[in-house]
């Protein structure tokens, strides 16, 4: 036996034991290194009260403007959520009926979809919607209404929103994820008329990336922009 196994190989086990373990730590952390976060968050979609606001029929159907209800998204910082009296302009009792005989919409079962919207008016309660994006508190600058003035579309960073039943995460918003697009705004600028043209949007930066030019329209844009896209620390940590 000893011949076989000479007394140094008892520590085999041990030595095996310890290597495979570093090897798990490593495969771990090269994973959350790896995986995360720039794509963890891709797809997140949390469940929201009243099933959730349908961005496809409001925004996508309907129609409606992203700044009808994100009304600070030019002016200031934070994009925000509209609040309750927004909606209640068009879910008040009975309302969207007046506006909707003979469609679809004038049914039952849309006036029970909408009843949390009327019970939350009714009782001055907010509606409390779960946030869906979030950049950690050490990213102490992200200014919504900069990047729209500069012509970034929310496509560009939120996706199809108007596509959305409910909206999820389409975008890993990480730091490379920032940096990979501030070293090469040409790739996403459009006029500025058009950052909630979603559609319109799609459509111009495919065409622009398959054939590899820029559109008149977007040069203009981009020259625009005083200074280039910061890519230094302090711009975004402080
Ligand atoms: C009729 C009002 C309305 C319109 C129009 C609208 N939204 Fe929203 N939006 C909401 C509400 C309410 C929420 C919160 C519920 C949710 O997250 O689904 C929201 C959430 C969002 C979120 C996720 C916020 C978070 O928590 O991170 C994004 C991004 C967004 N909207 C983008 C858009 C874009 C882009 C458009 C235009 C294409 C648009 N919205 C049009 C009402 C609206
Ligand atoms: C400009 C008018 C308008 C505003 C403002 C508006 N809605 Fe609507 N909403 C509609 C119409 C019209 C429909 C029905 C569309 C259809 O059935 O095709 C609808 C449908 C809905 C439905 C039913 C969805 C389904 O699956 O059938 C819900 C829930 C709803 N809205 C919630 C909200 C909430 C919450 C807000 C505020 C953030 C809001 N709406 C703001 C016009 C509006
Ligand atoms: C350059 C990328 C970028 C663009 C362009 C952009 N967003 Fe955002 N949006 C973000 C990031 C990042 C967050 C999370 C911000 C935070 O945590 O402070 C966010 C958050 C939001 C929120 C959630 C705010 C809250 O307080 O819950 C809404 C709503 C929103 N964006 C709507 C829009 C709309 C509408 C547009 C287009 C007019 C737009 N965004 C354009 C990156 C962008
Ligand atoms: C899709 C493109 C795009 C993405 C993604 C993007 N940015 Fe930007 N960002 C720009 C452009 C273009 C400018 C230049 C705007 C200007 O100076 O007019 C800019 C400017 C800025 C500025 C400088 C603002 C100022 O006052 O000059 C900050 C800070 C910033 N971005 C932070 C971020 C952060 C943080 C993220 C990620 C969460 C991010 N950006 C993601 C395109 C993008
Ligand atoms: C354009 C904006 C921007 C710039 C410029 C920037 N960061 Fe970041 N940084 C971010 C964002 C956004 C996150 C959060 C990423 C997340 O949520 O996963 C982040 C995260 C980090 C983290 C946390 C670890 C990680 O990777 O998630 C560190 C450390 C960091 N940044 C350091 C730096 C340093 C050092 C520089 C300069 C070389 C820098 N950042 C420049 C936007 C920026």
Redesign the pocket.
Known sequence: MSVLFPKWSNAFPTVFAIAALGGATAAIGGFWYYATPKFWRVGYMPT?PGG??N?QI??GKLG???R???TKVEKSYE?N??NVA??FGCHADGKLNKLAEGTETFSPTHKAKTQFVRDAYAQDAS?P??????VPDYVHNFPHHVHVAAGVS??SC?GR??TMP??HHAEPMSMGWCLECHRAPEKVVVPVDKV?D?RWVQDDLTKRANAGVMTPAAQKVLDAIQKAPPENCGACHY
């Open positions: 929201q959730g606001f961005h409001h925004a409606m403007d992203c009808y209800c994100h994009a959520i509209p927004t909606c509606i919607w779960r946030r869906v994006h979030k929310c496509y939120h929103i108007d409910i909206v909630t979603l």
